[in-house]
């Protein structure tokens, strides 16, 4: 593939393009650390939520390959081609982060309460993947190659951001007394308010990018990816796409694949790890469920530091030395995972979080960096959402599988993270199938 001819950007630049990053993936956190603690509060079977975790990836899978092939022919005057996808992402967002946590206070049956639920989460997911991809592919877009490990590096650090805010905001509130409990069927004042900031926050950082980055019109962003009129006139299906895909697109996505499913059972099951490790209890009604899921939303909140660090770190790795630095990564990640199901001390959990968030930083930098510039830009949009395919298939098979690993394991929240651990393991070994030469010169 022939190497771009873009300009190299100033830093504060690259930071600007990044910076609405912080709301969306607040938004995403606020969803993923939250989500089993409302859908077990709602009363949901433990068993089933799997269910429930099916759903986001099912609708990452659709829309993000839709949002990236329809965007690299979009050219809307004013605000370009992928930030017209952002304002519709972020809108349908705020609105949905305002219904969700109120699925149990609208005097809706249990079942409604679980369905609304159900539709609030996929509508969330379907717009916080419109509202990510834009990011993804605006630094693919506008970032010459040798800049795109940092570019995706600070992209990073937003998103962790965000996530530290999502973390901590409802145990702030809870200090704060607000309440943390609620009547049977429906969702705290802690997570409700945590939702409504989430909202405030997507919006305001959303209109930084916005209004100070400005994208290539098409003539430079032709000339830039040395795109012919006849590559315009080319179009490509998505089986065509990923018949053609490089393979490095291919040994990235098997990497991809046991980390995320790793991640997965970390979301759907560390809370209940949690609170049958530490507090004992499997009553999702309990006082104790619901401080295992405050104190879940803490050690989120350490991951995310630790990956923020993390991701400061990434900025200064070179190119050279970033294969080994993507599989280290990674095998902290999957003894951190393994550590959670062996320790009963809340405040030795630091440990483990700490080591997730170092392979969490890692997974939001080198796989973009390493498909970016292996792809031409005449479908960088459309390859980086069908790129997407290899975050959400993991998690689909992760939530099919666990209807019968679940049980299989005696329903010990703690042996899935176990398996987690594994996966990421697996991840960290595959990186040494990777050709270092994608990492950048």
Not at 49 to 60: K, N, Y
Not at 217 to 237: C, R
Request: include cysteine; aromatic fraction near 14%; glycine fraction near 8%.
């Amino acid at each position: 593939m022939e190497k771009s001819s873009l300009p190299k950007l100033p830093v504060s630049k690259i930071w600007l393009i990044n910076f609405g990053f912080l709301g969306v993936q607040m938004a995403f956190s606020l969803q993923s650390s939250n989500m089993s603690r409302i859908f077990q509060t709602l009363g949901a079977n433990p068993n089933n939520l799997g269910f429930f975790f099916l759903v986001p990836p099912l609708a990452g899978l659709i829309i993000q390959p839709l949002i990236g092939k329809f965007s690299d022919r979009t050219w809307v005057p004013h605000l370009g081609r992928r930030i017209p996808y952002l304002i519709a992402g972020i809108l349908v967002a705020f609105t949905v982060l305002l219904l969700l946590p109120n699925a149990g206070s609208f005097g809706f049956t249990f079942i409604q309460a679980l369905w609304f639920g159900a539709l609030a989460i996929t509508f969330l997911d379907l717009s916080n993947n419109v509202s990510m991809q834009p990011y993804k592919m605006m630094i693919a877009d506008m970032v010459e190659e040798d800049q795109r490990g940092l570019a995706y590096s600070i992209q990073g650090f937003f998103s962790n951001s965000g996530s530290i805010l999502a973390s901590v905001i409802p145990f702030i509130l809870t200090a704060l007394g607000i309440a943390n409990v609620a009547p049977k069927g429906e969702v705290p004042a802690s997570v409700k308010i945590a939702f409504y900031i989430g909202a405030t926050v997507l919006i305001l950082s959303s209109l930084v990018t916005i209004l100070r980055v400005r994208e290539y019109a098409p003539e430079e962003y032709n000339a830039y990816h040395h795109i012919t009129k006849e590559d315009l006139k080319e179009h490509k299906s998505f089986f065509t796409l990923l018949k053609e895909a490089p393979k490095i697109f291919w040994v990235v996505c098997v990497i991809q694949f046991f980390s995320w499913f790793g991640f997965q059972y970390l979301w759907t099951y560390a809370n209940g790890a949690l609170a049958q490790n530490i507090w004992h209890t499997s009553n999702a009604a309990s006082s104790g469920f619901q401080a295992a899921g405050n104190w879940y939303g803490i050690m989120s909140a350490v991951q995310a530091i630790s990956a923020v660090i993390w991701s400061l770190v990434l900025t200064r790795v070179t190119n050279k030395s970033s294969k080994r630095v993507y599989s280290a990564s990674l095998v902290a990640g999957a003894v951190g995972l393994i550590l959670i199901a062996t320790i009963h001390n809340k405040y030795a959990l630091v440990l483990s979080f700490i080591l997730i968030g170092i392979a969490w930083a890692s997974m939001h930098t080198f796989p973009f960096t390493l498909v970016s510039n292996s792809i031409d830009g005449s479908n960088m949009g459309a390859y980086l959402g069908l790129f997407n395919g290899s975050i959400c298939v993991p998690q689909i098979a992760a939530s099919l599988l666990s209807f019968a690993l679940f049980p299989l394991v005696g329903s010990s929240f703690t042996a899935m993270i176990i398996v987690a651990g594994i996966g990421m393991a697996i991840g960290a070994a595959t990186v040494f199938f990777v050709n270092s030469d994608y990492f950048g010169k």
